[in-house]
């Protein structure tokens, strides 16, 4: 899907992105679940993605590694940044209109609690492995 384009739930943020990776994954560590109330469903943006009515936008730094941004107006997750490649990590639910979406993957799966689980046949990593994946890049 290019490019895709997406919203915060008032309206005050807008989000353009040239490339949406069409292969959704879902985080499970314990900051995703803590900052989302279960676990993350997102998807790939890349670095070529622009916002409108940045001045709505809140950062917050969660790790040494990476940030994720919020709308100071509605509160909706905006997206999870790493700080070294500038890539973003964005939530699926902010495109309505993204299409032919795949369940591809899920991470931090060590940390994935008991009280839920998915039917899809995924590829699932451990946070020594997603770590060991961006050190790669």
């Known amino acids: 899907m290019n490019p895709a384009k997406g919203v915060c739930l008032c309206g005050a943020v807008e989000v353009t992105v040239a490339h949406l990776d069409p292969k959704m994954g879902v985080c499970h560590c314990s900051m995703c679940r ?17 916002f409108q009515g ?5 950062s917050y730094a969660s790790s040494d590694w990476a940030e994720r941004g919020f709308c100071k107006q ?6 999870y940044r790493l700080k070294q490649s500038q890539q973003y ?5 902010l495109f309505p209109e993204a ?4 369940f ?3 991470i931090f799966i060590e940390e994935k609690p008991d009280y839920y ?3 899809e ?12 994946q961006f050190a790669g890049k």
Do not use: R
């Not at 803590?34 to 622009?50: H, Y």
């Not at 509605?74 to 997206?79: A, R």
């Open 34 to 50: 803590q900052w989302t109330g279960g676990p993350l469903f997102a998807v790939d943006c890349g670095k070529e993605v622009s």
């Open 54 to 58: 940045e001045e709505n936008i809140k």
């Open 74 to 79: 509605c509160g909706t997750h905006l997206f």
């Open 89 to 93: 990590i964005m939530p699926l639910g």
């Open 99 to 102: 299409k032919d979406i795949v």
């Open 104 to 106: 591809d993957h899920q």
């Open 117 to 119: 689980s998915f039917a």
């Open 121 to 132: 046949k995924t590829h699932n990593m451990t946070g020594a492995q997603v770590f060991a």
